[in-house]
């Protein structure tokens, strides 16, 4: 069974300019999440999505980041313009409410750098 | 709101010697428990999770985490460390159905020769 996958793996970019991210979950999971992950920090939750249902997006910076899951299937995290400070892994991670074992699986993530 | 404290930002202990690495919540209601590992680069592992029913819990690689409630406690124990087991290791803790889950900042292991 195939992972979740993420890419690009690797970013690099100047400020202000735009980015995209790409997440396919593992096959028949239907909640899938984005995290950013600082250096040194634990991971923290961006976007929750259900089906193609964003249930919580109370932490995701509206003014620069969007996200969107049109077929319920894979998903897309954009930041338009990036700032010196989004320089962190973007982890991408999907989970199968219907067992109930609460376990998410996380891709490689995306490491961004801002210069 | 749940929340995660990892008191040991750094741990070092020498190929062979036990570990144990701590983990603090804070939940409302019954917990669900994890701990993951991250190798450099990679995303996160599961290692072993709790739900309810025996608070002592077996995971992967030779480790297990005991549940105590009256300490609001998950900690992380191996036996014998092995080199390869050098990595960050991160507590979360979530509601039923995947909501919510929080994770701590992370323990980061260093194994001595």
């Known amino acids: ?115 | 709101a749940q929340s995660v404290t990892q008191p040991d930002i750094h741990i070092t202990v020498s190929e062979g010697a036990s570990l144990e690495l701590r983990c603090n919540y804070s939940y409302g209601a019954t917990p669900y428990l994890f701990w993951y590992v991250q190798s450099p680069g990679q995303g996160l592992q599961l290692l072993l999770k709790y739900f309810s029913g025996d608070t002592l819990v077996q995971g992967i690689k030779g480790f297990e985490a005991e549940f105590k409630r009256s300490q609001s406690s998950f900690n992380l124990r191996k036996p014998s460390v092995h080199w390869s087991d050098a990595a960050e290791y991160f507590c979360a803790v979530g509601g039923s159905l995947n909501n919510d889950m929080r994770f701590g900042a992370g323990t980061r292991l260093t194994v001595k020769p």
């Open chain 1, 1 to 115: 069974e195939a992972g979740v996958v993420q890419s690009p793996r690797y970013k690099i970019i100047e400020k202000k300019q735009p980015v995209a991210f790409w997440c396919n979950p593992i096959s028949g999971h239907n909640t899938l999440y984005w995290y950013l992950q600082n250096l040194g920090q634990g991971p923290e939750l961006l976007i929750r999505y259900e089906n193609e249902e964003a249930v919580d997006d109370s932490q995701l910076p509206k003014d620069r980041f969007s996200a969107e899951r049109l077929k319920g299937v894979d998903s897309t995290l954009k930041i338009q313009p990036a700032e010196l400070g989004d320089s962190a892994v973007y982890l991408c991670a999907s989970s199968s409410t219907g067992t109930s074992t609460g376990e998410l699986f996380f891709g490689e993530g995306s490491r961004l750098t801002v210069l």
